[in-house]
């Protein structure tokens, strides 16, 4: 189980007291998760939401032709499913399965909604740590909206790259960024296939290396709506 000082990295957390961490401790379970073993499916009930103590999580929702659509990818030191706390289903609105051996803490939904009740720091860490991720999924659905498959690639390999290397090592499988992204798989290859063709990169299994990073940011800044899959 993840001591105090870990828990309190995920800001849903931070302003708990230790009292208030003993509490939550006492009526959590720790899970563990193989690689691609589910959590939760959509609509089962919502007794918990979780803290990821390592590995990685992604959450996705299920087409009726049964496609995959990757909601969010969920890290250490991050909570998820805690807005079940105010939605009033009682059921989860998304699947969720482990990308990676994962530890997690299961935290009881209903004594923390009670204990919240009491602690008006916690209810505004709470709607702090809910609202900016509400802003990051507005925003993503915005690039998702206005934006083509090759300008969401050229943001999101942008973002990812670090600032002093020109090498990235994808720690996901490369369908799984696709969906994060909804670019088809076949989209993807064709992509990075045109990207390398044209010098800006150069794809080597799971890495990528970026040559022409000027190159690479004014697609980015493109607004054309076109090869969306």
Request: hydrophobic share 45%.
């Amino acid at each position: 189980m993840p001591t105090n000082d870990a828990l309190r990295q995920a800001p849903l957390l931070a302003q708990l007291s230790d009292e208030e961490i003993d509490r939550l401790r006492a009526h959590a379970q720790p899970r563990r998760l193989d690689t691609g073993q589910w959590l939760f499916a959509q609509d089962d009930p919502a007794e918990h939401f979780f803290f990821v103590h390592c590995g990685q999580i992604r959450l996705f929702r299920l087409s009726a032709e049964g496609e995959e659509k990757i909601i969010e990818l969920i890290g250490p030191s991050q909570t998820f499913a805690e807005a079940l706390l105010f939605m009033g289903t009682g059921r989860y609105p998304v699947c969720a399965a482990a990308l990676s051996p994962s530890e997690l803490l299961a935290i009881d939904a209903m004594d923390f909604a009670a204990m919240l009740r009491t602690s008006p720091d916690t209810c505004f860490a709470l709607l702090g740590g809910l609202s900016q991720r509400l802003h990051a999924l507005i925003a993503e659905i915005d690039n998702l909206a206005l934006h083509s498959a090759s300008v969401r690639f050229a943001r999101w390999l942008l973002a990812e790259l670090p600032a002093d290397a020109d090498e990235l090592t994808l720690v996901l499988p490369k369908a799984t960024l696709a969906s994060r992204l909804t670019i088809k798989p076949e989209t993807w290859s064709r992509i990075t296939r045109r990207l390398s063709e044209q010098g800006v990169i150069t794809v080597n299994g799971q890495q990528i290396r970026v040559h022409d990073r000027s190159t690479l940011r004014r697609l980015g800044e493109q607004d054309e709506a076109r090869d969306t899959r």
